[in-house]
């Protein structure tokens, strides 16, 4: 099954959400802005991601990220922060046989679905 963090504010968030839909595969939306998560969440997509730093999957033109200066946080201490501000998280991201891609660009939910 495939899942994707959705932000239905989001414009790519919302195309990614139609490709998915014209694709015919079952996948199941989950909102994380409205739904809670945990660090153990955000650590499993990271290794489905294929990524060591979590700032990989950070919407780094947020104020919030420059404000909390995120740069020079650890990771658990960004975790922490991603519980709080999850808006900060990179959208859309898509899930599938426990491979994420981020959606930006598009490509790279199409190459997701092809394999």
């Given at each position: 099954?495939?899942?994707?963090?959705?932000?239905?504010?989001?414009?790519?968030?919302?195309?990614?959400?139609?490709?998915?839909?014209?694709?015919?595969?079952?996948?199941?939306?989950?909102?994380?802005?409205?739904?809670?998560?945990?660090?153990?969440?955000?650590?499993?997509i990271m290794?489905?991601?294929?990524?060591d730093d979590?700032?990989?999957?950070?919407?780094?033109?947020?104020?919030e990220y420059?404000?909390?200066?995120?740069?020079?946080?650890?990771?658990?201490?960004?975790?922490?922060?991603?519980?709080?501000?999850?808006?900060?998280?990179?959208?859309?991201?898509?899930?599938?046989?426990?491979?994420?891609?981020?959606?930006?660009?598009?490509?790279?939910?199409?190459?997701?679905?092809?394999?």
């Amino acid at each position: 099954m495939i899942k994707i963090w959705h932000n239905p504010r989001c414009s790519k968030s919302r195309e990614a959400k139609t490709i998915l839909e014209e694709s015919k595969e079952e996948f199941e939306v989950f909102e994380y802005l409205k739904n809670d998560f945990t660090k153990n969440d955000i650590k499993i997509i990271m290794d489905q991601l294929g990524i060591d730093d979590i700032k990989d999957m950070l919407r780094k033109k947020e104020k919030e990220y420059k404000e909390l200066e995120i740069d020079l946080k650890t990771q658990d201490e960004i975790l922490d922060i991603l519980l709080k501000i999850p808006k900060l998280i990179e959208r859309p991201i898509i899930i599938k046989n426990n491979k994420a891609v981020i959606a930006r660009p598009m490509e790279n939910l199409t190459e997701l679905l092809k394999g």
